[in-house]
């Protein structure tokens, strides 16, 4: 079973370009998650997704973030313009909704130079 | 809100030493419990989870006991191995909803 994909799997930017980063859940799941890691903060939820629709976003860091989840397969996270403070590892996880347990791609490590 | 409280690490072990991370949670109602195991490049995986109080949660060789009177979900191993070292995750989930509320992680180092 194919888990939950994410790419890039790296990207180095400089600030002030664009950043996407995409995800494919695992076929089935309806719910899907992104994530920030950093040392500092430690696993921070950005972003939660039910059935496609955006449900709570309250854990986005500001306007230079947004997520779309178009259809079941795809998600992606941009950052526009990028800033040196988003660097971070970015996961993306999927679960069935209920299920509780969620599984987690290995991440983008982003780094903003 | 809910929260989730673990000991801090690293905790460093030799191989073969037996193993407890603590964690200990506040939440509304009876919440299901996790936890998960990072390991360094990777995304987090799910080593074992509890979803009812007295539950025991267990899988490769490790093991938590859900403990609604103490509000608890120790993590247990009797005998570590160095490649049990990895970034250990406590989590709940509060019925009805699939987001997950995250300990800040336990860093284990076992050495041979």
């Known amino acids: 079973d194919a888990g939950v994909i994410q790419s890039p799997r790296h990207e180095v930017t400089e600030m002030g370009q664009e950043v996407t980063l995409r995800c494919k859940p695992i076929s089935g799941h309806n719910s899907l998650f992104w994530y920030r890691q950093t040392m500092m903060r430690g696993l921070e939820l950005l972003i939660y997704f039910n059935n496609n629709v955006p449900i709570d976003d309250s854990g986005m860091p500001e306007d230079r973030f947004s997520a779309k989840m178009p259809n079941a397969s795809f998600s992606t996270l941009k950052i526009q313009p990028s800033e040196p403070r988003d660097s971070a590892v970015y996961f993306c996880a999927s679960t069935m909704e209920g299920s509780g347990a969620q599984h987690f791609g290995d991440g983008t490590r982003l780094s903003i130079l | 809100g809910d929260s989730v409280t673990q000991m801090e690490g690293p905790v460093t072990l030799s191989e073969e030493a037996f193993l407890t991370i603590n964690c200990t949670y506040t939440?509304?109602?009876?919440?299901?419990l996790f936890w998960y195991v990072q390991y360094p490049g990777e995304g987090l995986q799910l080593l074992l989870k509890?979803?009812?109080?007295?539950d025991k949660g267990s899988n490769k060789g490790f093991e938590a006991t859900y403990r609604k009177e103490t509000t608890s979900f120790h993590l247990e191993k009797g005998s570590v191995q160095v490649s049990d070292s990895a970034v250990y995750f406590c989590a709940l989930r509060t019925s009805g909803y699939s987001t997950l509320t995250f300990g800040k992680g336990t860093m284990l180092l076992v050495s041979p």
């Open positions: 509890a979803t009812k109080a007295d």
């Open positions: 939440a509304t109602g009876y919440p299901s």
